[in-house]
Structures are given as C-alpha cells and as structure tokens.
C-alpha cells in the first residue's frame, strides 16, 4: 500500500480538554481530514492538508494557495484511498482551481464520477451551508481543534509511506487582523494519555480546517454533547507562540464563483 495511517494521540496546548472528549472529536475530525501527496520523481511525497465540504450541491476541497507556489500543478497532487490500498489522482476527480487573489486560500471544485465518490467514501466532505460561511464574532470561543498531517510524522519505507496525525486543542490568541485566527502553539504538549511531548512542526499542516468546539445541547457524535464547527483554514505557524489560519468566512467570494 502506498500510504498509511498511523495511531496518534491527542495534543493538547491549553485547553484542558477531557482526555475522553479529546479522543472522540479527534476521531470525527480525522475523517474529515485529508492528506495531499505531490508526485515527485515518480514518488508520492507529501505536501499539504485539505478537507472536503458540500455545499450548494457542489463539493468543494478547501485548502491554502500556497501548495501550488513550488510549480505544484493540480496533475501533480494525489489523494490516498486507504480502503482500496491506492493513490488517486486529483486532476481526474477535479473541474477546476480558484484561489483567492489575497488569502492564503484555495478550493478545488470536485467532478461527479464514480472515482470521486470513492474518494467521498472514504473522506466524507462536511455538509455546511452559506450560513457557516458568515464572518462571525468568534473571540469568545473556548476551544479550537486542528487536524493534519505533519512531515515530520511521516517515513516512507520501501514504496508505502507511514503516516501519523497530528490533532492539537488550543485556545486563540489575539492577532493583528480580524481575517486571521491565531491560536497557542508551543513546543511541549500534553498528549491526552498525560504524557508530554513535543509537538511536531506543523509542515504539511497546511489547508487544515481550523474547527470551533462548542456545548451541544446533547451529544452528536463529536466529543460527548460538543459540536464540532469550521472556522478556518490553517497557513502557518511559530512554535512557542501560534498556529495562524485564515478565517473560512474570507473563502466565500471563491465559494459563490464556484456555485453561482
């Protein structure tokens, strides 16, 4: 097989989130969360992080713009299909490109063929509405979690690469602008089995959502009784000091080219 996960436990910066909770939102969020590998020299490598979404009946991969800055072209990037132990090519599964001109920001829109379904299968994309796309007052959120998949906790032996998640919960930060979302990022983690670790660089963490973790009035299947949100998209980062995403609400004018 030429890619597979490897188990991960949940990091967490300054939360103090439950280990119970912790686990079951890192599961909900995990399968949401997509590797993307670039071929290099006839290898898959890998590259950045996407998550899915369907909306306005058109499904959408959300991630940074930045992955196509190194001559990274839509028929170079891959996408791994665990269940049927292979690697599909995106441009077959795709119609087309828009990046933002500003942000750090790109969708890829999906075709409707029985290859991407298979994609869907095994990544379901999060069905959201224009609603989730609003420029909301989000500072009074307690918790964030970010999900991707970091170089670092990446080995590739023979031709199969082992791949490990990161999953870390952490509180924002204030930051310079109101389109971007900072959250903690330090060197050391608690690990939710309580041991300390350091956290891996986030290379490769980009295009990750960014989700809010909010109280649900009853457990919907994300963390007992927490409601998982998006909120951005994650693009860079600084240890000892933040994790920065752009804001979900800045991808709205790419949304409406795409779905109008």
């Known amino acids: 097989m030429p890619w597979q996960r490897v188990d991960t436990e949940p990091l967490d910066i300054d939360t103090g ?17 997509l590797p993307l590998l670039v071929r290099r020299d006839g290898r898959a490598e890998p590259l950045a992080t996407g998550t899915l979404y369907r909306i306005a009946g058109r499904t959408l991969l959300v ?37 933002h001109p500003e942000r750090d920001l790109a969708l890829i829109e999906m075709a409707r063929d029985p290859a991407c379904e298979a994609l869907l299968r095994e990544w379901p994309p ?5 609603s989730a ?11 964030y979690v970010l999900a991707g998949w970091p170089y670092e906790q990446m080995r590739r032996v023979d031709e199969t690469v082992f791949a490990r998640p990161v999953v870390v919960f952490a509180a924002r930060r204030p930051g310079p602008a109101a389109a971007d979302l900072r959250l903690s990022y330090a060197r050391v983690a608690r690990r939710s089995d309580g041991v300390d670790v350091h956290a891996p660089a986030l290379d490769g963490v980009s295009g990750a959502t960014v989700w809010q973790v909010l109280p649900a009035g ?25 994790a920065r995403a752009e804001a979900l609400a800045q991808a709205r004018s790419l949304v409406e080219r795409v779905c109008r």
């Open 218 to 242: 009853g457990d919907d299947g994300s963390g007992g009784g927490l409601l998982l949100r998006p909120a951005a998209v994650q693009c860079a980062f600084k240890h000892d000091a933040y």
């Open 17 to 33: 989130v439950a280990p119970a909770s912790a686990r079951a939102i890192a599961a909900a969020v995990l399968r949401r969360t």
């Open 63 to 99: 991630t940074c713009r930045h992955l196509f800055d190194a001559a990274v072209g839509l028929g170079d990037l891959l996408a791994p299909l665990p269940g049927a132990r292979r690697l599909l090519p995106l441009q077959s599964l795709a119609r087309r490109v828009v990046v």
């Open 126 to 130: 999060v069905p959201i509405d224009a």
């Open 133 to 143: 796309l609003d420029d909301d007052d989000d500072a009074a959120v307690p918790m």
